[in-house]
C-alpha cells in the first residue's frame, strides 16, 4: 500500500504576518529588492553575511551597511520571529531551545556538544502524524509544517548558544515531526545551511535527513541526487512490531522502505543510517538482533541503537545493561556495523517533545531567566 502525505490541518493564525522573513531570501531576491531601492546589489551578501556568518541579532547590528539602508531593512522585513521561552542546560553539554512561533505553535531544538563537533537537531514540523508509540512529539498529532524561515531560525538560535570562535559542525533533521512530510521546505532550509558563500557552510556529508521511511518521498530524494545523508528510523526488525511500534508502517511495510533505501544508495553513494530506539521487553531481545542481522546483512549502512530516554507518562522504559550487552553482542557477532549512541541530555528533558509536551499548558509570558537570546 502507498502512503499518501497529506498537508496537516490549517489552524487559525492568531498573530498574522505582516513583514516577510530575511530568512526566506536568497541571494537574487535580495540583490532585486536592493536594486529597486536605489542601493547597490552587492549590499545582499553583505546583509546575508551579518545573518548567517556574523549571528547578526538585528539589523541594527549590521554596522557597515548606511544607516538609511538598516531602517528600510527593519521596515520591510522581519529578523527572528519565534520567541525562546525556556533554555534547558545539561551537565553533559546538551542544550535544548523550547520555541514559540509567532501564531502560538511550539517547537525544539537542540545543541549537542561531542568533542569538537558541534551537531544540532532541528525540527520541521509542529508535532508529529507518525504516531510512534514512545515519542513525546506525536501525542497530539501535528499542527503544521514549518516554513523555511522557521527552519533556519532554529539553526541560528542553537548556532548563537556557541562563542564566537567556535561553529555548527553537523545538522540532522530529527527534532519534531516528519522531514519528508515537509520536504520542499526541509530542502530550501538545507540549500542555504550548506551554502558556503551565503549560508551556514556546512557540508552536506555533515547533514542528515531522518525518516521513519516514506519510499516515495525517498524516491524524490534518489532522484534529485540529494548530497545529505539518509537515516530510516527502523525501531524493529519485523512489520508486525514495528507496525505496533510505529503505527504508520500499516501502510508502509518495512519492505519498500529498505528497497527505496537502496536506491537513494545506489543513487548518491551516500551510506545509509538505520536508525533503532531500545525498548525493555519489546525490542530488546536476542531474536530482535538476529531478525535485524538478518534484515540488514550485506547492506553498505550503519546501524545506530539508541537505548530509549524515558518520556513522563509513557510506559516505556531503559533496557538493562545486560539486556543492552547481548543485543550489541548478537550484532557484532551477526557483522553488523553498529554504533552504539550515548544518550545525550538525561538531566533534562532532551527526548523529542518531552519539553514541549511540559510546557503545554504553562501560558507564556515572555522568556524565561535562564533564555539566550536571541
Given at each position: 500500500?502507498?502512503?499518501?502525505?497529506?498537508?496537516?490541518?490549517?489552524?487559525?493564525?492568531?498573530?498574522?504576518i505582516?513583514?516577510?522573513?530575511?530568512?526566506?531570501?536568497?541571494?537574487?531576491?535580495?540583490?532585486?529588492?536592493?536594486s529597486?531601492r536605489?542601493?547597490?546589489?552587492y549590499r545582499?551578501k553583505?546583509?546575508?553575511?551579518?545573518?548567517?556568518?556574523?549571528?547578526?541579532?538585528?539589523?541594527?547590528?549590521m554596522?557597515?551597511?548606511?544607516k538609511a539602508?538598516?531602517?528600510?531593512?527593519?521596515?520591510a522585513?522581519?529578523?527572528?520571529?519565534?520567541?525562546?521561552?525556556?533554555?534547558?542546560?545539561?551537565?553533559?553539554?546538551?542544550?535544548?531551545?523550547?520555541?514559540?512561533?509567532?501564531d502560538?505553535?511550539?517547537?525544539?531544538c537542540?545543541?549537542?556538544?561531542?568533542?569538537p563537533?558541534?551537531?544540532i537537531?532541528?525540527?520541521?514540523?509542529?508535532?508529529?502524524?507518525?504516531?510512534?508509540?514512545?515519542?513525546?512529539?506525536?501525542l497530539?498529532g501535528?499542527?503544521?509544517?514549518?516554513?523555511?524561515?522557521e527552519i533556519?531560525?532554529?539553526?541560528?538560535?542553537?548556532?548563537r548558544?556557541?562563542?564566537?570562535?567556535?561553529?555548527?559542525?553537523?545538522?540532522?533533521?530529527?527534532g519534531?515531526?516528519?522531514p519528508?512530510a515537509?520536504?520542499p521546505?526541509?530542502?530550501?532550509a538545507?540549500a542555504v545551511?550548506?551554502?558556503?558563500?551565503i549560508g551556514?557552510g556546512?557540508?552536506?556529508?555533515?547533514?542528515?535527513?531522518?525518516?521513519?521511511?516514506i519510499?516515495?518521498?525517498?524516491?524524490?530524494?534518489?532522484?534529485?541526487r540529494?548530497?545529505?545523508?539518509?537515516?530510516?528510523?527502523l525501531?524493529?526488525p519485523?512489520?508486525?512490531?514495528?507496525?505496533?511500534?510505529?503505527?504508520?508502517?500499516?501502510?508502509?511495510?518495512?519492505e519498500?522502505?529498505?528497497a527505496?533505501?537502496?536506491?537513494?544508495?545506489?543513487?548518491t553513494?551516500?551510506r545509509?543510517?538505520f536508525?533503532y530506539?531500545?525498548?525493555k521487553d519489546?525490542?530488546d531481545?536476542?531474536e530482535?538482533?538476529?531478525?535485524?542481522?538478518?534484515?540488514?546483512?550485506?547492506?553498505?549502512?550503519?546501524?545506530n541503537?539508541?537505548?530509549?530516554?524515558?518520556v513522563p507518562g509513557?510506559?516505556?522504559?531503559?533496557?538493562?545493561?545486560?539486556?543492552?550487552?547481548?543485543?550489541?553482542r548478537?550484532?557484532?557477532?551477526?557483522?553488523?556495523?553498529?554504533?552504539?549512541?550515548?544518550r545525550?541530555?538525561?538531566?533534562?528533558?532532551a527526548?523529542?517533545?518531552?519539553?514541549?509536551r511540559?510546557?503545554q499548558n504553562?501560558p507564556?509570558?515572555?522568556p524565561?531567566?535562564?533564555?539566550?537570546?536571541?
Amino acid at each position: 500500500m502507498t502512503l499518501e502525505l497529506t498537508p496537516p490541518p490549517s489552524k487559525p493564525i492568531s498573530n498574522p504576518i505582516e513583514k516577510p522573513s530575511i530568512l526566506e531570501q536568497s541571494l537574487d531576491a535580495m540583490s532585486i529588492w536592493l536594486s529597486g531601492r536605489g542601493h547597490p546589489r552587492y549590499r545582499a551578501k553583505q546583509i546575508l553575511a551579518w545573518v548567517y556568518h556574523r549571528r547578526a541579532a538585528s539589523f541594527a547590528d549590521m554596522t557597515d551597511l548606511p544607516k538609511a539602508l538598516r531602517l528600510e531593512l527593519e521596515e520591510a522585513f522581519d529578523f527572528f520571529r519565534s520567541t525562546t521561552v525556556e533554555t534547558q542546560d545539561s551537565e553533559d553539554g546538551t542544550q535544548k531551545l523550547l520555541l514559540q512561533l509567532h501564531d502560538g505553535g511550539r517547537i525544539e531544538c537542540v545543541l549537542l556538544r561531542d568533542g569538537p563537533r558541534r551537531s544540532i537537531c532541528v525540527s520541521s514540523q509542529v508535532g508529529c502524524a507518525m504516531g510512534c508509540v514512545f515519542c513525546a512529539s506525536g501525542l497530539d498529532g501535528v499542527d503544521r509544517n514549518l516554513t523555511r524561515a522557521e527552519i533556519l531560525e532554529q539553526m541560528l538560535k542553537l548556532q548563537r548558544l556557541l562563542p564566537p570562535d567556535e561553529r555548527l559542525s553537523h545538522i540532522v533533521m530529527m527534532g519534531m515531526g516528519e522531514p519528508l512530510a515537509n520536504l520542499p521546505r526541509v530542502l530550501d532550509a538545507l540549500a542555504v545551511a550548506k551554502d558556503p558563500e551565503i549560508g551556514l557552510g556546512i557540508s552536506p556529508r555533515r547533514i542528515t535527513i531522518s525518516t521513519v521511511g516514506i519510499p516515495a518521498s525517498i524516491d524524490k530524494l534518489a532522484e534529485d541526487r540529494s548530497p545529505y545523508h539518509l537515516a530510516i528510523s527502523l525501531h524493529a526488525p519485523n512489520d508486525l512490531l514495528r507496525s505496533q511500534l510505529v503505527p504508520v508502517n500499516k501502510k508502509i511495510g518495512i519492505e519498500p522502505i529498505l528497497a527505496a533505501a537502496d536506491r537513494y544508495f545506489q543513487a548518491t553513494g551516500r551510506r545509509l543510517t538505520f536508525e533503532y530506539v531500545l525498548l525493555k521487553d519489546l525490542n530488546d531481545s536476542p531474536e530482535c538482533a538476529r531478525e535485524l542481522v538478518q534484515l540488514l546483512r550485506g547492506r553498505t549502512a550503519m546501524l545506530n541503537v539508541i537505548p530509549y530516554n524515558p518520556v513522563p507518562g509513557l510506559p516505556y522504559e531503559t533496557p538493562s545493561p545486560d539486556a543492552i550487552y547481548e543485543f550489541r553482542r548478537t550484532l557484532v557477532d551477526g557483522g553488523i556495523n553498529v554504533m552504539f549512541r550515548q544518550r545525550k541530555g538525561n538531566d533534562i528533558q532532551a527526548a523529542c517533545g518531552q519539553l514541549r509536551r511540559l510546557r503545554q499548558n504553562e501560558p507564556f509570558a515572555g522568556p524565561s531567566l535562564v533564555t539566550l537570546e536571541p
